[in-house]
């Protein structure tokens, strides 16, 4: 008692990626107004999400195994040495706050596409238009662009957080530092152009690796342990680019530690990519309709995931009494502490580095009582496995009923009467109303 798979398959191939785009972007508005009016949402980002929330764009592959790969007009080189030669490519915006991380857009990525930039600038215009505030971004290190750089300097948000890459630049200006002030962290003003004109000034933030890091490395790549030529000393280095200076009052040791525990929260999105791919359909079939299709199908059942384990933070009991539920005043006690937004303190950087410290021990050597534990977040509380099970259920109890209401038309047709329509009146077209 199940459609024909053919049928459905065919029938999708006829939707455009134009109508299944408008389609679900009405959908995702109406689930980021739902988040909104959330109870922990208003304890942790303020009533209505008014504080904002930070967000992280990034790249996602779908490898294409088509033998018409090369000459696919939707299709792109893959950047991935393993696996298909060429991939479809989305480019795509989420919360990376924890219990909010909602997928706000996704755009394709095509050859002949609009600059990144503007495209970036669409899709946060998008977001606000839902009346969601964005103040921070973070961004990988593929994003390092003159043209992106520019755009968010311009247009978009100047709290972006992003790796620098090592370009010639950046090399030459950190063997000057190196010649003046050896291994010491600072910053410098600097400047970074594109072939198409684009020319952006920016913050070149840096520390040096400890020495521990810098002889591993070396000696990885079968050079000399004391070998500080110029030719190596960028790699001795981390690097961040920022759009504004950092304040003054502190050390720049203290900012790159700060900075570099903000960013840690850009791996939301890959944590967010990990869970919908779980649920994203796979296809030997070479139709992009098709295809598009599953890609924004995976993207609904995800926010439909977040919202529902939003819903259960919303309704969370305690656990050795689970009839009585938490009040406001007994929340705000446990989330005290938690920061998803804010700049990290001094004590938050330094309780993370006794965390990746004592984590490299063995159990044994670990101190109960002493071992920072991390500080609360509101983890799911539902998986996916268990939530994707559900939504097949209902799927099968609305075809069922489907095959039912047909079923029962049958029969009236054959037993020579036309049913009526939801308004009362006899007709087909009632039928076709209530199909």
Not at 31 to 57: C, P, Q, R, W, Y
Not at 82 to 111: M, N, W
Not at 335 to 346: A, D
Request: aromatic share 12%; charged share 30%.
């Amino acid at each position: 008692r199940i459609p024909n798979p053919h049928l459905v398959r065919k029938s999708l191939k006829l939707w455009k990626p134009k109508y299944i785009r408008s389609r679900y972007r009405k959908l995702i508005r109406e689930m980021i107004t739902e988040m909104k009016h959330s109870k922990l949402m208003e304890l942790i980002h303020g009533k209505f999400g008014d504080n904002g929330v930070s967000a992280a764009f990034d790249f996602t592959e779908v490898k294409y195994y088509g033998q018409d790969a090369k000459i696919d007009e939707f299709t792109i080189p893959a950047k991935s040495k393993s696996g298909a030669k060429y991939c479809h490519a989305y480019l795509t915006l989420q919360i990376v706050c924890p219990a909010f991380r909602l997928t706000l857009d996704v755009e394709p990525i095509y050859e002949d596409n609009a600059p990144i930039g503007s495209i970036m600038t669409k899709m946060l215009k998008r977001a606000k238009r839902a009346h969601l505030k964005i103040p921070k971004i973070y961004v990988d290190r593929g994003f390092y662009r003159a043209e992106i750089l520019q755009t968010f300097n311009d247009e978009l948000s100047r709290h972006l957080i992003m790796p620098a890459v090592r370009s010639p630049s950046v090399k030459k200006a950190i063997r000057w530092w190196y010649k003046k002030h050896g291994y010491k962290e600072g910053h410098k003003s600097m400047t970074i152009k594109g072939n198409s004109g684009h020319k952006q000034k920016y913050i070149l933030v840096f520390k040096p690796k400890s020495q521990e890091e810098r002889k591993a490395w070396r000696q990885k790549k079968g050079i000399a342990v004391d070998d500080d030529s110029a030719e190596y000393i960028d790699k001795d280095f981390l690097y961040f680019c920022l759009l504004q200076p950092p304040k003054p009052g502190k050390t720049m040791a203290e900012i790159f530690d700060q900075i570099a525990l903000e960013y840690t929260r850009r791996w939301g999105i890959e944590t967010g990519y990990r869970v919908s791919k779980q649920v994203w359909a796979w296809t030997t079939s070479t139709s992009y309709n098709l295809r598009y299709w599953l890609m924004w199908t995976s993207v609904i059942v995800y926010n439909m995931w977040v919202l529902e384990n939003l819903k259960i933070h919303d309704k969370d009991v305690f656990a050795d009494n689970p009839k009585r539920r938490k009040s406001k005043e007994e929340t705000l006690q446990e989330i005290k502490e938690y920061n998803c937004c804010g700049f990290p303190t001094k004590d938050q950087v330094e309780a993370d580095k006794n965390r990746r410290a004592r984590a490299k021990l063995p159990a044994s050597q670990r101190a109960t009582e002493t071992f920072p534990s991390r500080p609360w977040r509101p983890e799911p509380k539902e998986p996916m496995h268990v939530f994707s099970g559900l939504i097949l259920l209902v799927v099968q109890v609305l075809v069922n009923r489907w095959y039912d209401l047909d079923e029962q038309l049958q029969q009236g047709y054959q037993e020579g009467y036309d049913p009526p329509g939801p308004s009362g009146t006899s007709g087909t077209s009632g039928i076709s109303g209530i199909c």
